[in-house]
């Protein structure tokens, strides 16, 4: 009877049943039409102990290979400093929930203010909501809160050099939300200008998406593009990967209306997909239209300075259909970690690690084309990850890098590969992985 | 409470030149960054040593309330206990350094326990099957909705546009609706706080796409009409949609398959225990009925008997880039394999038996609008006693004081004063009567001495916050609350 997670002792039960005047715990679900009870058996296996259930994941965690990740995608292997999973896994911020009763919660109310100014930093915009769920979900509601902000254009253009994984979430929203998506062509890895001013000019649009770097790694040159949007009442939304904007040219700086995009490049674990954190930051004006969290600063009863859920009448509890969005609940603790992770690192440290990167990143690729079976897809610039053409067989290429302990790049298509650098890689890893080629 | 540590943001406590990291020296050698594509300026990120940074979380640690500091019935929110052993496996680095674009030949495990949990989750809620994809119960709801309209559309039914909510329902339910395409039309609740079926018979008809429900309702009454209402629902050509909210107290009593519902979700971080993170992350799973797997989001794995790894894409819809919270699926599975059948059946009735102790013990002093048994969860119309101006968010804020998490308040709508209560399987009898001991108390002080109740908190480290001047004046980064220091 007894249980490690259920406190109840049989008198407590009945006691507890006798204060509320039913004989038994079956009693209790005497609502519950008969027709529909379940009287069965889960078919699930029995309890297990807690040295049954580690010893499972182990051997689960077995059938998994360790491999050293030259591979990107969106997805960066990033440094965690040993400080953030001490610090998040801190159980007054771990089993705590979204900050409703401030006077207690001004620990979360805290970390989400300060990450909201980092982000807003490191994007060069004016303000930032508490989190999305991933980079793809908030560019998604970045298009929706376009088209709401657009008064009657329905329309969105998105470049062909977007991530498309965020495409195909962009679609997704798109098409039960009533948003037209438009593709922007790409000429030699990177967004057609000519193409976009054309489809802007067109009239009807809402919203511009573009990547920043963009999905094959190469830095794009968005001069023009905000000019253009704003020029035809878009806005102009850009997607980046949030460490690279330690040292890049920010979204604010390129003109643009909206930054988004996923934070798990600040020292989040890979973790096979999540969780990461979305990010979306805003020029002021368009606050209003925000969806998800925002906190502010105010004052307490006593005078004190203190910070609170705010703006909420953007929120589903209050507006339900009429809300900017249905998020409630999304990535808080994560928003913690990269908080803690922006705290340590600092700008220095933050610039320092996307150096380290681009090195990394640089060398490799030239290492690469030395062999002479690589040649660089793209003359463009790039940050840390880059396509190259190989001259033999990439799948057994691949194939190979792995039977060694590597995950040797994303195969793009046909004979391109894509790899990616962090400030994790040496330069020892870098030559084993190139001898093997 | 740490309310003497109460006070800096980490901006304040930044020095020029201080650094809190170490990375290894360049062994490159020189790659510059060409000027043109570096920002102007650093990002304007604080500069501190790595003591100062963890005294600085630590010390807000203590001005934060979580399950594990004390009783925490917020209704609607199942704050259960998180074990720690399923923390540790979240952060396995089998688990943790998997890249989620790795040939699935290199992540058998993960895809097992990624299928583990889908099956687990099927049997439990009578489905056919899950996806994990979505990352959050509000993107559940989505997701299901995108599954049925879908649905529709596939046979050519396009006009099936409406959504049926209850008057009763949470936020999330119109506003997923809404993000949907969707048009929201509401049922009304009877007296007794459940569906109205003759209001629902005149709303069916082939416009409406889904009819979604919580069950138990959002007042914690089991819809006891719930056969005859999928009945009518499928009768007029629409689906039914499950709201997972309050799937806890179905837990070894009732199946949302069995109940007729066709799509759900359900929020691994209430039901099954992954920590609620200061709100997130948790996972969204959705399951469907027979004969609409085909709908499911794509990127979904299944094992069967022969491979292990069946990568899935069944459909054109993608919620996200890759497999959901796969960290939080990890610990949900850890969670359910611990409890195994024999215990998994037991929370719903241990949850539903400690709801009931509340509601009875301070019925006689509490308002109880509609005096019935109760599912996982109630709700107060606040004090009886009105005459002496207290509130529910007075009550609220004197819990605090008290050393609770205050119940949910203000929600459901359908009452003035709502105060609604969740304790959750894990509370042992002692917290609860300590507790309800709490909560009568505070209605004696409400009578004796209402100021203090009014005036409340005392003993946090902050008073009651002015929400209206934040909202009105929103100042949102440190950039800005600088500034205006200045």
């Known amino acids: 009877m007894s249980y490690k997670y259920f406190p109840h002792t049989e008198a407590e039960v009945d006691e507890m049943l006798g204060r509320i005047g039913v004989k038994s715990l079956e009693e209790l679900y005497a609502e519950v039409p008969d027709s529909i009870r379940f009287r069965g058996e889960y078919d699930l296996p029995e309890a297990m102990s807690e040295m049954e259930v580690r010893r499972l994941f182990r051997e689960l965690g077995k059938e998994n290979k360790q491999l050293t990740c030259f591979a990107g995608a969106g997805v960066y292997d990033h440094y965690t400093p040993a400080v953030v999973p001490g610090i998040i896994s801190r159980s007054e911020y771990l089993t705590s929930y979204t900050p409703y009763q401030a006077e207690i919660s001004q620990g979360t109310l805290h970390y989400i203010f300060e990450y909201q100014s980092m982000m807003a930093e490191l994007t060069g915009m004016d303000v930032s909501n508490a989190s999305m769920y991933d980079g793809t979900t908030a560019t998604a509601e970045a298009c929706i809160m376009a088209v709401a902000s657009g008064k009657k254009a329905g329309k969105v253009l998105v470049s062909e050099t977007v991530d498309p994984k965020t495409v195909r979430v962009i679609k997704t929203y798109s098409k039960f939300h009533g948003i037209d998506i438009e593709m922007i062509a790409a000429v030699d890895g990177a967004t057609d200008k000519a193409d976009f001013e054309r489809k802007a000019a067109q009239g009807g649009v809402a919203g511009v998406v573009v990547q920043q770097p963009n999905y094959y790694g190469v830095v794009e040159d968005y001069s023009g593009y905000a000019d253009t949007a704003h020029a035809n009442k878009a806005l102009l939304i850009m997607n980046s990967v949030a460490a690279d904007l330690a040292v890049l040219k920010t979204p604010g700086e390129w003109g643009a209306d909206i930054a988004v995009g996923d934070g798990q490049s600040l020292g989040i674990p890979m973790s096979f997909g999540g969780p990461y954190i979305g990010y979306m930051c805003c020029r002021e004006k368009l606050i209003r239209k925000m969806p998800g969290r925002i906190v502010g600063m105010t004052k307490d009863s006593r005078g004190q300075r203190a910070f609170v859920l705010t703006l909420q009448a953007r929120e589903q509890h209050i507006r339900r259909q009429k809300a900017t969005s249905n998020i409630c609940s999304n990535e808080s603790l994560m928003a913690l970690f990269v908080t803690v992770y922006m705290s340590l690192m600092g700008k220095a440290g933050l610039r320092e690690a996307a150096e380290l990167s681009y090195a990394g990143a640089h060398y490799m690729a030239e290492r690469l084309v030395a062999t002479g079976r690589f040649v660089m897809a793209y003359d463009r610039p790039f940050f840390n990850e880059f396509c190259v053409r190989y001259d033999g067989d990439v799948d057994a290429l691949q194939k190979k890098f792995i039977d060694n302990g590597f995950f040797g790049g994303i195969k793009v298509d046909g004979n391109t590969i894509m790899f990616a650098v962090t400030e994790k890689r040496t330069k020892e890893e870098i030559d084993s992985l190139i001898a093997l080629v | ?486």
């Open chain 2, 1 to 486: 409470m740490n309310s003497k540590l109460y006070g800096n943001l980490i901006f304040e406590l930044s020095h020029e030149g201080r650094r809190g990291y170490s990375l290894p020296k360049n062994e490159f050698g020189r790659y510059d960054i060409p000027d043109e594509l570096r920002r102007r300026e650093d990002a304007a990120l604080p500069e501190c040593d790595e003591m100062t940074v963890v005294r600085h979380y630590t010390n807000h640690s203590g001005n934060n309330f979580g399950v594990n500091n004390g009783f925490y019935p917020l209704g609607s929110c199942t704050m259960k206990y998180n074990p720690l052993i399923n923390e540790e496996i979240a952060a396995m680095p089998e688990f943790a350094c998997l890249h989620p674009l790795q040939p699935a030949s290199t992540c058998r495990g993960a895809i097992k326990a990624y299928d583990g949990l889908q099956k687990a989750l099927s049997e439990i809620s009578g489905l056919e099957r899950f996806t994990l994809n979505p990352f959050a119960g509000a993107h559940g709801e989505l997701t299901g909705l995108m599954i049925i309209r879908s649905y529709h559309i596939s046979r050519g039914d396009t006009k099936r546009t409406k959504v049926i909510v209850p008057d009763s329902a949470h936020g999330t339910n119109p506003a997923s609706a809404a993000v949907c395409g969707l048009d929201v039309v509401e049922v009304k609740s009877t007296a007794d706080g459940i569906v109205d079926v003759e209001d629902l018979k005149g709303l069916l008809d082939d416009t409406v796409a889904a009819m979604m429900m919580t069950n138990p309702n959002t007042l914690g009454l089991f819809e006891q009409n719930i056969p005859e209402i999928a009945g009518m629902v499928h009768e007029c050509g629409a689906l039914m949609y499950y709201d997972g909210a309050n799937l806890n107290p179905m837990l070894g009593a009732c199946r949302p398959g069995d109940m007729g519902f066709d799509v759900m979700h359900i929020n691994l971080h209430k039901t099954f225990s992954t920590p609620h993170g200061g709100g997130g992350p948790g996972d969204g799973p959705v399951g469907v009925r027979k004969g609409l797997e085909q709908f499911l989001p794509s990127d979904n794995f299944v094992c069967d008997a022969t491979s292990s790894d069946k990568h899935t894409v069944d459909s054109d819809i993608f919620v996200g880039a890759y497999h959901g919270n796969f960290a939080v699926i990890l610990r949900a599975y850890a969670y359910i394999l611990t409890l195994g059948r024999e215990n998994i059946k037991r929370v719903g009735p241990l949850a539903v038996l400690n709801a009931n102790y509340i509601k009875e013990s301070l019925k006689d002093v509490y308002e109880l609008p509609i005096d019935a048994p109760c599912m996982h969860e109630f709700v107060f119309d606040g004090l009886r006693d009105k005459s002496t101006g207290v509130t529910t968010m007075d009550v609220a804020k004197r819990l605090l004081d008290y050393g609770y998490h205050a119940p949910t308040i203000y929600f459901p709508l359908l009452f003035h004063e709502s105060l609604m209560i969740e304790p959750a399987e894990n509370e042992s009898k002692e917290t609860i009567d300590g507790f309800i001991a709490v909560m009568r108390k505070i209605a004696e002080e409400s009578v004796a001495c209402p100021e203090e109740v009014k005036s409340a908190p005392h003993g946090t480290p902050i008073g009651r916050v002015d929400d209206v001047l934040a909202a009105k004046h929103p100042v949102v980064t440190y950039k800005v609350l600088k500034s205006e220091k200045a």
